[in-house]
C-alpha cells in the first residue's frame, strides 16, 4: 500500500476512534418519587431539589432527571397513584440506565394504607417491572422512606405505625425485586431541623439525600474511616468477641491486624454497597502493648500503645461533668498509664447567656462536642476529668489490676429524654416532642436556659443539648458502638420536677442504650440523687429507689449523706464513685464485696410496734454513734409524725404510740440528716412504703 493509502486508513480509523469518544453514552439517572423528590419546600427547587444536587455531585458524564410528583401514592388505587400521572410515562420514555425510587410517605394518609396495604408490594413490583420494561438493562435502587417527624398532625393517630410498616416492606420489595436497598432514613432522621414541615427536606437536607444516591451509584463513601473514639492509647473490652466498625468504599478489602503479647491476630472482610463494614475478633485478655493495624484502599490506619481490659461510659449531667479539681476530696490522684481517659468534653457551656451564631449553627449540625482522644491519667488529664468517673475507675484499677477505659460524655444540666434516642421516644413517649420548648414534660429550668442559650425564638433554632434526642445523637451515636462493659449514671436533677415522667423516662433510656449496644444485660448504675433543699427531691429519690428494684441489671449509690443543703453540686465525689465502683465489683466482677447501703424490704405491724426489714442490713447501726432520726409513721389520714427507732440486729423497730400505722416513711427530707448505715457504713435510702 502506498503511503499516502496507508495515511488515509489512519486518519479514517482515528477519526472513528475519536468519534467514539465523543459519542461515549452519558449514563441516565431517573429520579423517580413524590414531593421530596420534586422539592416541594425548597425555594430553588431547580437548583436545589436533591436530583439537582445529584446531578453537580455525578458531574457530566450523568443526565439526572427529576421525576417527582407531589402528592403521589405508590399504592395504585391510593389517591394518587404514581403510576397514573404524567411523571411515570416521562420517566419510561427517560428510560434510565439508573433508576432511584422513592415512594411511599403518602401512603401514610388514612385513605390509602388501612384500606389497600395488601396491595403495597404488588404494586410496587409492578411499578419496577415497567421500569424494566423501559430499559432492560437499568440499574435499579430503592431508598427506604425518609422521615415523618413527630410534629405531623397525623403522626400519632396512625402515620408513625404506618410509616413503619411501609419501611419494613419495602425491604421486601427490595429482596422480591432483587434491587439495591438504600434508606433516606437515618442521617434525616437525627435532623429533624431540616424537615421543617415535618415531611420536606430543606435544600441542606435534600443535599443529605443527593449524597445518599451518590454514594449508591459510585461506591464512594470518602475512603477507609474510623469512628473518633479510636486513637492511639485506647482501651479495648476484654473478655466479648470484639466487632470493629467503620466506613469505606464500597468492595474496598479492608484487612485487620492485631499484635501484642499474644498470637497475632488477622482478619478481612469486603466492604458492601454500603460502604458500612465490620470485622468481629476473638476476645482478648487484659494486655498492654497491642498495635491495631486496620487497612484498606490504599489507606492504612495504625493505633500504638493500644490495651485491653475494662471500659465504662460516664454519663449524665453536670455532678457527673463535675471535675476533680473542683472536688473537696481528690486527695492523691497518682499517673496511672493504664488508668486511660476519653474526656468529651462540650464546646460551649449550657451557662446563662446567649450563645454566638457559631455556636448556634454547631449545635443545630449536632457538632456539640469538642475533638477527643484517649489520654494516660496523670496529673493534668484526671483534673478536668470527671471526679466520680476517676474514683469508681480507681477502685476498678485497684481491684482488678487490669487496663480500665473510661469514655466521659456528661453534660451540666442535661435532662434524661435529651439522651434517650428518637425511635423510642417516637414510638414509647410521643408526646415530649410537642413544642418542646414550651413542654411540661421538660422542667422549666431546662426549656429556659435552652431558650437563653440559642436566642429563641429570635433566632429561629430550635436544637439545643437539651432537646429531647439531641445528646443521644451527639454523644452516644459517634461512639458507633464502641464495645463496652457499662455504664455508670449521674442525673436527675433536671427531671426531679415530675418524677412518674422520669419512671417512664428512665426506663426507656436504659433500654435504648442497652439495644443500640445489643446487650440487653448491659450493666446500668446510678447515682441517686443527694440531698437538697428542694421539696420533690424526696419523691425522686424513692422513685429511683423502685426503678433500682425493677429494672434489671440496674444498681444505685445512695449519696444523700454527701449532699449540701443549698448547692445542687456537692463536693464530696469520691464516696459516689468508689459506692458505684462497690456495686460494679459485687455484681460485674464477682468481689463479695457489700455493693450497697440499707435498701427497704418490707414493714410488718406488729402490736404497738413497726417492724421495718432491708436488704443489705448486716451489721446496722448509725453513722455518727447517735440514736436513729428520721424515721416517720402516717396514719389513716395520710399524716405523718417521727417516732422513736431502735436497731434490733439487722431490724429497726418503730414505737407507734397509739397510732394507728398505714405508712412508713425514712429520710423524707428534701436534705436530710438521717443517718441509718450498715457494717459498711454505706447510708440507707429514703423510701416510703406501706405497712404491711
Not at 67 to 89: C, I, N, V
Not at 313 to 336: K, R, Y
Not at 463 to 485: A, D, T
Request: hydrophobic letters at 35%; one cysteine or more; glycine letters at 8%.
Amino acid at each position: 500500500m502506498k503511503r499516502s493509502g496507508l495515511l488515509a486508513v489512519l486518519l479514517l480509523l482515528a477519526g472513528s476512534v475519536l468519534s467514539g469518544f465523543a459519542q461515549q453514552k452519558v449514563v441516565k439517572v431517573a429520579c423517580i418519587g413524590d414531593s421530596v423528590t420534586y422539592g416541594t419546600g425548597i425555594e430553588d427547587r431547580d437548583n436545589d431539589s436533591y436530583p439537582s444536587q445529584l446531578q453537580r455531585m455525578l458531574g457530566d458524564g450523568y443526565e439526572v432527571g427529576n421525576f417527582g410528583r407531589p402528592g403521589a401514592t405508590l399504592l395504585r388505587k391510593g389517591h394518587r397513584p404514581y403510576m397514573q400521572q404524567p411523571e411515570f410515562s416521562e420517566a419510561l420514555d427517560f428510560a434510565g440506565d439508573i433508576a432511584v425510587i422513592h415512594l411511599g410517605l403518602n401512603d401514610t394518609d388514612p385513605r390509602n394504607w388501612p384500606n389497600y396495604r395488601d396491595d403495597f408490594v404488588g404494586d410496587y413490583l409492578a411499578l419496577i417491572d415497567s421500569v424494566r420494561k423501559a430499559n432492560p438493562h437499568v440499574r435499579v435502587i430503592i431508598a427506604g422512606l425518609s422521615p415523618i417527624t413527630p410534629k405531623h398532625h397525623r403522626f400519632i393517630s396512625g402515620t408513625r405505625q404506618w410509616h413503619a410498616d411501609i419501611r419494613k416492606a419495602i425491604e421486601d420489595v427490595a429482596r422480591a425485586a432483587g434491587t439495591e436497598l438504600i434508606d433516606f432514613h437515618p442521617e434525616l432522621h437525627r435532623r429533624p431541623d431540616l424537615l421543617p414541615d415535618s415531611i420536606h427536606p430543606t435544600a441542606e437536607g435534600a443535599g443529605i439525600l443527593a449524597s445518599t444516591v451518590y454514594s449508591a451509584i459510585t461506591g464512594d463513601h470518602g475512603g477507609l474511616q474510623m469512628p473518633s473514639v479510636y486513637s492511639d492509647g485506647m482501651v479495648l473490652q476484654r473478655g466479648i468477641p470484639l466487632t470493629f466498625r467503620g466506613l469505606a468504599d464500597a468492595g474496598t478489602e479492608i484487612n485487620l491486624t492485631m499484635e501484642g503479647p499474644f498470637r497475632r491476630i488477622r482478619a478481612h472482610t469486603l466492604t458492601p454497597a454500603s460502604g458500612q463494614w465490620e470485622i468481629t475478633v476473638r476476645p482478648l485478655k487484659a494486655a498492654t502493648g497491642i498495635t491495631l493495624t486496620i487497612a484498606g484502599g490504599g489507606r492504612k490506619l495504625v493505633y500504638e500503645d493500644v490495651a485491653s481490659g475494662e471500659v465504662w461510659v460516664c454519663s449524665g449531667q453536670s455532678n457527673m461533668a463535675f471535675m476533680v479539681c473542683e472536688s473537696s476530696d481528690a486527695g492523691d490522684t497518682p499517673a496511672d498509664p493504664d488508668l486511660r481517659l476519653f474526656d468529651m468534653k462540650a464546646r460551649w457551656k449550657t451557662d446563662n447567656v446567649r450563645w454566638s451564631d457559631e455556636a448556634i449553627d454547631s449545635v443545630q449540625r449536632l457538632e456539640y462536642y469538642r475533638p477527643a482522644t484517649w489520654k494516660a491519667c496523670d496529673g493534668e488529664n484526671v483534673r478536668t476529668f470527671s471526679a466520680v468517673a476517676y474514683h469508681f475507675g480507681k477502685m476498678l484499677r485497684d481491684s482488678l489490676d487490669v487496663p480500665v477505659g473510661l469514655i466521659c460524655n456528661a453534660i451540666g444540666g442535661s435532662t434524661t429524654e435529651s439522651w434517650t434516642d428518637r425511635k423510642t421516644l417516637e414510638r414509647e413517649f410521643p408526646a415530649i416532642f410537642n413544642n418542646w420548648l414550651g413542654n411540661d414534660f421538660i422542667q422549666d429550668w431546662a426549656r429556659g436556659r435552652a431558650a437563653r442559650n440559642i436566642g429563641y425564638p429570635e433566632s429561629g433554632a430550635t436544637r439545643h443539648p437539651y432537646e429531647p434526642c439531641y445528646l443521644f445523637e451527639s454523644g452516644i451515636m459517634p461512639l458507633e458502638r464502641y464495645p463496652v462493659k457499662g455504664v455508670i449514671w449521674y442525673q436527675g436533677e433536671s427531671n426531679a420536677h415530675n418524677p412518674e415522667a422520669h419512671e417512664k423516662l428512665f426506663t426507656l433510656l436504659t433500654d435504648s442504650w442497652r439495644a443500640y449496644w445489643d446487650n440487653p444485660q448491659m450493666p446500668f448504675h446510678f447515682v441517686q440523687l443527694s440531698s437538697l433543699d428542694r421539696p420533690s427531691w424526696t419523691w425522686f429519690r424513692d422513685s429511683q429507689r423502685r426503678l433500682s428494684e425493677t429494672i434489671p441489671h440496674c444498681g444505685m449509690a445512695v449519696s444523700s449523706d454527701v449532699g449540701d443543703s443549698l448547692d445542687v453540686h456537692p463536693r464530696q465525689k469520691k464516696p459516689v464513685g468508689e459506692r458505684l465502683g462497690r456495686i460494679a465489683l459485687h455484681n460485674e466482677y464477682g468481689f463479695k464485696t457489700v455493693p450497697s447501703g440499707p435498701l427497704f424490704l418490707k414493714a410488718t405491724g406488729k402490736k404497738d410496734i413497726v417492724i421495718v426489714e432491708f436488704t443489705h442490713a448486716e451489721g446496722l447501726k448509725t453513722s455518727d454513734g447517735e440514736a436513729l432520726r428520721c424515721f416517720e409513721i402516717g396514719d389513716e389520714n395520710g399524716i405523718f409524725r417521727p417516732v422513736a427507732a431502735r436497731i434490733e440486729g439487722n431490724k429497726v423497730i418503730l414505737e407507734t404510740d397509739g397510732m394507728n400505722p398505714r405508712h412508713v416513711r425514712y429520710a423524707w427530707q428534701p436534705f436530710t440528716r438521717a443517718n441509718l448505715v450498715n457494717g459498711a457504713s454505706l447510708p440507707a435510702s429514703t423510701f416510703r412504703a406501706e405497712i404491711e
